[in-house]
């Protein structure tokens, strides 16, 4: 059900965060993995979700997926800022 990264593609980002670009043109893809991880695992994937975004989730709907996506973009962009790392276009 769930597919390894891809080799080529891991070795040439490297240690690079992804662009801004690259995570808002990715937003279905990672809200599909995130709906296929709920299904297997819901309670565990809420807990962490919700420890992430500092909330407690009850469910995965269009609200708590634009909060986590939010959450998600932020951190890589303040992460990528703090510690000067590159940023990979994909």
């Known amino acids: 059900l769930f597919r390894s990264a891809d080799s ?3 070795s040439r980002k490297s240690d690079k965060l992804p ?4 995570i808002t043109n990715s937003r279905k893809r990672i809200f599909n993995y995130w709906d296929m991880y709920f299904e297997e695992a819901s309670s565990l994937f809420l807990y962490q979700a919700g420890n992430f975004c500092g909330v407690q989730f009850t469910d ?10 939010s959450a998600f973009s932020e951190t890589i962009e ?8 590159e940023r990979w276009e994909g």
């Open 8 to 10: 080529k593609v891991n």
């Open 19 to 22: 662009s801004r670009k690259l």
């Open 78 to 85: 303040i992460s990528s800022e703090q510690r000067g790392v």
């Open 60 to 69: 995965l709907v269009k609200d708590t997926r634009e909060t986590l996506f």
